[in-house]
């Protein structure tokens, strides 16, 4: 590998930004935020969603009436959009 061509692999740590849910893993991600984890000072980013807060992961998915919609459609437009 050629030296001074690839961004820094480091330990940071991410913060989802709805319910507050840490973690810490390594990534080439840049931020000036930091945090103090363990008495250690690392970088940290801040996410909008993640597994601790998306709907399909937590359970409050809601289930979308496909099937009233594609009636809706045949009743208002029919069987025009086959050939």
């Known amino acids: 590998m050629r ?3 690839h961004p820094e ?7 989802d930004a709805s319910t507050g849910t840490t973690w810490r893993t ?7 935020a930091t945090v ?7 970088p940290l ?3 909008d969603t993640s597994a601790a807060s998306h709907p399909f ?16 459609f045949r009743q208002r ?7």
């Open 45 to 47: 980013v801040v996410v």
């Open 77 to 83: 437009y029919g069987d025009r959009g086959r050939g």
């Open 26 to 32: 390594r990534s080439t991600v840049t931020t000036r």
């Open 9 to 15: 692999y480091r330990t940071v740590v991410f913060r």
């Open 36 to 42: 103090e984890v363990d008495g250690e000072v690392l």
């Open 57 to 72: 992961w937590t359970g409050t998915q809601r289930v979308l009436d496909t099937a009233g919609r594609v009636e809706r």
């Open 3 to 5: 030296s001074g061509i």
